[in-house]
């Protein structure tokens, strides 16, 4: 038996979010904090992590799906491995922070409607991005693949 142990590389300040793991297309478990471990026989593995579910739209069944997910392929799985995720929004993280503080300063001080159109766009451009990449939203690496678990 091997260990597989996931790690989700985070900020100290975004939040601590449930995420299910599925080994080979089935359900493994929920990662409830920022590591995981399972034990499994050696071995190559196609791994996906997502988070996220779905909103019911009526008594119908139809629903929305907001989960976000990455999957990799080919992971080996010999004495110990570690696979390492984190969202690929680093870069829009960063800009969404400061148009935060920009409009937290615009309830004090009037700003032109400059900031406004480009706010709002700069959001949609986000959201067509985020439903463009949902599939693989985190970006998967094996980190270690020998010695102890984390």
């Not at 409830?32 to 119908?60: A, C, E, H, N, W």
């Amino acid at each position: 038996m091997a260990i597989l142990t996931f790690l989700h590389k985070r900020r100290f300040y975004e939040a601590r979010l449930p995420h299910l793991v599925f080994i080979d297309g089935l359900y493994a478990g929920t990662m409830r904090g920022d590591t995981m471990q399972m034990q499994l026989p050696t071995g190559r593995y196609k791994v996906r992590v997502q988070f996220g579910g779905r909103i019911p739209l009526g008594r119908s069944g139809r629903s929305i799906d907001l989960s976000v997910s990455s999957t990799c392929d080919d992971v080996e799985v010999k004495k110990a491995a570690t696979l390492c995720f984190h969202d690929r929004e680093r870069l829009w993280n960063l800009l969404f922070d400061l148009d935060l503080v920009v409009w937290v300063v615009s309830l004090f001080v009037p700003l032109t409607r400059i900031y406004k159109i480009v706010s709002d766009v700069f959001f949609a451009v986000w959201l067509v991005r985020l439903v463009v990449i949902r599939k693989r939203y985190y970006k998967m690496t094996v980190c270690e693949t020998a010695g102890q678990p984390i």
